[in-house]
Structures are given as C-alpha cells and as structure tokens.
C-alpha cells in the first residue's frame, strides 16, 4: 500500500533560517514523488516534482531512495513562504495521488 | 484561463439529503479527478474521469457516491442521503493528459453535513 507521512503537523523559523519539511514514504514500485503548496486563501498548487530536480522559489528536494524520502529544503526561509505544503505519491500513474496530511509552515518576521 | 471551478465553495446539508459538487476543468483540459480531504487527513483521490468516461473509480465509496463528466457542462460529483461522515472537502483537479503533467486544482467544496 502506498502511504505519505509527514511527521510536523506545525512548523516554526525565523526569516532567514534553514527550513526543512519532512516526508518519507512508502512504495514497493518506482515512486513519483511531489510537493505541492497551499498559500492562505488560495488553491493547491504543484511546487515542484523530483523527476524535474529543479529549484522552485528556492526550494528543493531530493528522492532518497534508501532512507525512502523527499524531504524540502530551503536555506534561507522569507515570510511568503508561509503556507500548508503537502508532499504526495504518485505510483505508476500521476493522477492518482496519495498526499500526506501536511505541514503548516510560519515564517515569523 | 480562470482555472479549474469548483462551486458551490460552501454547502450544508442535512443529514439524508444530496450533495451536488461541481467542477468546470481548466480549458482544454478532457481529464478530471476528484479528490476528498476528511479532516486532519491528506487529500485521498477518489475518481478519474475524462468527457463521457470514468476511467479509475477505486477511491469512490461503494454505495450512494457517484460521478460524472458529461460531453457538455461540468464534472459533478454526486452523493447521496449525505451523512455526517460526508463532512469535508472535495477538490477538483484537471490536466490535458493523463500521464506525466501537472494536475491543476480547484478551490474545494467545503462540505457539511448537519
């Protein structure tokens, strides 16, 4: 079965912190995994995904297949950063996601 | 391009009566998936549907839900004699393909079951 965990429900930094937001999961297939954000007031949207191993808004993530995660990293963390991020499966075929339950990131000024 | 548009965005309902969700995909967009969000829970897909077609109906609950993406008009998702476990949101999501393309998300319908 697939399943996401995202062990922060709340997380807290400061402007200009390293922010880190946690995701393992679980697959026995080749994984696709993805973030996607949610800023106050607006509708999901896909931030970046680890087949294009790309930097978005400064943000990155990368598929560790070993320790079964893809966790999102930015060095230095800016107040409209704030915002729910999920982290989401993708086995086999794309539109059938499974999301985690998400992280409330705060950036505080 | 307004994006994909869920309404109503609020709906209450009391218990046994339907619950009508619907979904206008992004244009040029034939693929549509629903998704359910339970509270504290993740999003857990539900159906995929392309115009006239359900594709992948695993995440749907067994009895009084359904779908349907009419050649013309919008998606609708459909439960009835709603209980109060009905309660929470549902998204709507559209792309152009199916395979390997961003899936873009509407708003949600926040649904309430009294």
């Known amino acids: 079965a697939q399943r996401v965990t995202q062990p922060e429900k709340l997380l807290s930094v400061f402007k200009g912190a390293p922010v880190e937001l946690k995701c393992n999961y679980s697959?026995?297939?080749?994984?696709?995994l993805f973030w996607y954000v949610q800023y106050s007031r607006q509708r999901l949207q896909l931030l970046l995904r680890?087949?294009s191993r790309e930097s978005i808004k400064g943000f990155t993530a990368d598929l560790n297949k070993g320790e079964t995660s893809f966790h999102l990293k930015k060095p230095f963390a800016q107040e409209e950063d704030s915002a729910m991020y999920y982290c989401?499966?993708?086995?086999?075929?794309?539109?059938?996601?499974?999301f985690g339950k998400g992280t409330l990131l705060t950036v505080n000024p | 391009n307004a994006g994909v548009m869920q309404n109503p965005r609020h709906l209450v309902r009391r218990r046994g009566q339907e619950a009508r969700l619907r979904c206008s995909p992004m244009?040029?967009?034939?693929?549509v998936y629903w998704y359910r969000q339970l509270p504290e829970e993740g999003l857990k897909f539900m159906v995929y549907l392309q115009k006239e077609n359900i594709i992948d109906e695993s995440g749907m609950p067994k009895e009084r839900f359904s779908a349907e993406f009419p050649k013309e008009g919008p998606s609708i998702l459909r439960i009835q004699q709603v209980v109060r476990g009905d309660s929470a949101a549902y998204f709507c999501?559209?792309?152009?393909?199916?395979?390997?393309?961003?899936?873009?998300f509407g708003q949600g319908t926040r649904l309430t079951v009294v």
């Open positions: 680890h087949i």
């Open positions: 697959y026995s297939g080749s994984p696709e």
């Open positions: 999501a559209s792309s152009p393909q199916s395979a390997n393309t961003e899936a873009f």
């Open positions: 244009k040029g967009h034939s693929h």
């Open positions: 989401a499966l993708g086995g086999g075929s794309n539109y059938k996601l499974t």
